[in-house]
Every structure is written in C-alpha cells, then in structure tokens.
C-alpha cells in the first residue's frame, strides 16, 4: 500500500513563528472537512520510560502550548505526574500533512477547567464523575451504575467538574510542520525554542 504525495512547503512561505504558522494549517484542516480536525495523538511515558499513546482532541492553543482535558488519574494523568514531558501528533492525511509537537507539560489553573467544563454537554460532565479512567472495570453494567449514580446525585443542578479532572497545557519547544511530497523527499520545517530564542531548522526526511 503506498500513496504518493505531491505537496510543497519552503521557507519562504513559513510564518515567523509556529503559533500563527499552526493556525493556518489548523485553517486549513477545518477547512478541508477533515474529521475532527483538532484530534492528536497524545504520547507519554512514565517515571520509569515506559511509552503509551492515546488520542485525545484539542481544547485549545495559544503562545502558552496547547490544552486538552482529561482524569488526572487515568494512565496519561499519572504518566505525566511522575514524567511531565510529552509529543502531540496532529496526522492530517487527507492534507498530507502532520504537525509534531514536543514539551513539557503542566496542569492548567483550576479556573480555565471549570470555564471549559462549563460548556461541555452535561452528558459529558456526568461522564467525568461516572469514569474511573484507565482502571479495570468488571463490565458495562458497572459503568452504568456508577452513571446513574452520577445522574442521581447531581438532579438537574449544576454540575462542577471532579477533583480529579482538569486540564493539561503542552508548552512547546520544539514544533515540526511536515508536508508529504513525491518521492518521499518530505518537507520538514520545524521551530526549535532554546532560552526564549526560536531557531527555524528544515530536517532530512
């Protein structure tokens, strides 16, 4: 199986920095229809080097690094308790496109969660509380339980977001932009943060 790229990107079209240059592309997927656009792979590991990887979808990005949300205490929460550095991939294929992101990461102030929970479905609220994430559960039944247990102990009140959720920024410090192009001669242009210093570098495929 083997698709043959035919895209281009060069310097001369490179933003001066990665946030407005990933705001374009991040146009650019949204505009192409993409599914979900803003979901990426999130990669962790743990104190001790052992790697997982999940998606998870965008929330949000600024000059700060990019948000999403999550249970503290499902693998990727502990994963960066113990080991606060990760990659972000976002894999745009109908673009042939990919944007790699790595850094450290930290938890966001407790009130951008509660912004951000605020305005998620109350489905998806009652889900926070319901779901012991990444923990061995003895069936759906026990899901559904712990969801009605959820549905009963908030009525039709407000619902304020779990202890143990909230949300994580990746601040990053290196941001790679890579296009597919024929031949597999990729382009690959990535902005290197080092002492608040950006270096712009093109990579070999």
């Known amino acids: 199986m083997r698709t043959e790229y035919s895209g281009e990107f060069g310097e001369d079209g490179l933003a001066d920095n990665w946030l407005d240059q990933?705001?374009?592309w991040f146009a650019d997927a949204q505009d192409a229809g993409l599914p979900e656009p803003n979901a990426m792979l999130l990669a962790t590991a743990s104190?001790?080097?052992?790697?997982?990887?999940?998606?998870?979808l965008l929330k949000g990005y600024d000059r700060r690094g990019f948000t999403f949300?999550?249970?503290?205490?499902?693998?990727?929460?502990?994963?960066?308790?113990?080991?606060?550095?990760?990659?972000?991939?976002?894999?745009?294929?109908?673009?042939?496109?990919?944007?790699?992101?790595s850094g450290s990461?930290?938890?966001?102030?407790?009130?951008?969660?509660?912004?951000?929970?605020?305005?998620?479905?109350r489905g998806a609220q009652l889900g926070a509380w319901a779901s012991p994430q990444s923990t061995v559960i003895g069936g759906r039944a026990e899901l559904d339980d712990r969801l009605?247990?959820?549905?009963?102990?908030?009525?039709?009140?407000?619902?304020?977001?779990?202890?143990?959720?909230?949300?994580?920024?990746?601040?990053?410090?290196?941001?790679?932009?890579w296009q597919g192009r024929?031949?597999?001669?990729?382009?690959r242009l990535r902005y290197a943060m080092v002492d608040g210093v950006t270096k712009i570098e093109r990579l070999a495929p």
């Open 182 to 187: 024929a031949s597999r001669l990729h382009d």
């Open 47 to 56: 104190a001790e080097g052992r790697p997982s990887a999940r998606t998870v």
């Open 22 to 24: 990933f705001a374009t």
């Open 148 to 177: 009605a247990a959820a549905e009963e102990r908030f009525g039709d009140g407000p619902i304020e977001p779990p202890p143990h959720w909230g949300g994580f920024r990746v601040a990053p410090e290196e941001v790679e932009f």
């Open 69 to 101: 949300f999550t249970n503290y205490d499902s693998r990727k929460g502990q994963d960066l308790a113990g080991n606060p550095r990760a990659t972000l991939v976002f894999p745009w294929y109908h673009l042939h496109r990919q944007v790699i992101v």
């Open 105 to 121: 990461v930290a938890r966001v102030a407790r009130e951008e969660t509660e912004e951000y929970f605020a305005v998620r479905p």
